[in-house]
């Protein structure tokens, strides 16, 4: 129980800031002519909240299946790393099975909380004090969706296009940190974002996502190694 509590405590902020940002998806997912069933089962099955917000702008821009399929893939790729570091640092204290029940739930957040509570792997039960955070926030961001979709039937279109700055904001709020720590990674988003633009004017806007996405990353990979030597 106290391991729960724990969790619960320590995942709480994860919470507060899931619910806004999952209400917002909720609302714009359901005015590009998502059904509530469909918005709320992309939550609950794809449960990445960039990758939603970008399927959605995507589907509204009439991109393709295949365009929305690897776009989502480029970008949740860093997810098959983050589990990877996470799992090896507690693969000593937790069973496989717990591991494996795990890694589905991290996301940039609950990552970023679990890393910074590794000690707790090493306690009585300590797997349920991750459990508790990844489920809590799971839960807030699926319900989030639900009431948003709900909400997308009755606010005005032109007050939901509004909340859309809500996704700019976490990605800005992921960002300034790094950027602190490091100015390389401005450069990164820049140039990412150049690649993005440029690549525009001349394919389709879902495949430019793409090239921006895969381009951006490998410019990553070239300053992390040289910082690394």
Request: charged residues 15%; aromatic residues 12%.
């Amino acid at each position: 129980m106290y391991m729960i509590q724990k969790g619960i405590q320590v995942g709480f902020p994860i919470i507060l800031g899931y619910i806004p940002v999952a209400l917002t998806y909720g609302v714009l997912a359901s005015q590009s002519g998502m059904s509530l069933l469909d918005l709320t089962l992309m939550s609950a099955l794809v449960y990445a909240g960039a990758s939603q917000f970008m399927g959605v702008n995507m589907m509204a821009a009439s991109a393709s299946a295949i365009e929305i399929v690897v776009a989502t893939f480029v970008l949740n790729f860093r997810h098959f790393i983050m589990s990877l570091s996470f799992m090896n640092e507690i693969r000593d204290r937790v069973s496989l099975k717990g591991r494996v029940g795990l890694s589905l739930g991290l996301t940039d957040e609950t990552f970023a909380v679990a890393s910074m509570n590794k000690e707790k792997a090493e306690e009585e039960k300590g797997v349920f004090f991750y459990a508790t955070i990844y489920m809590a926030a799971y839960l807030s961001w699926v319900i989030g969706s639900f009431v948003g979709g709900l909400l997308g039937e009755v606010i005005p279109e032109r007050l939901s296009q509004s909340m859309g700055i809500a996704l700019y904001a976490m990605f800005i709020g992921l960002l300034i940190p790094s950027v602190k720590k490091e100015i390389k990674f401005g450069f990164i988003a820049i140039i990412a974002m150049l690649i993005n633009v440029i690549a525009n004017q001349f394919v389709s806007s879902g495949w430019a996502i793409v090239l921006g996405t895969v381009f951006g990353g490998l410019t990553g990979v070239y300053f992390l190694k040289e910082k690394q030597q």
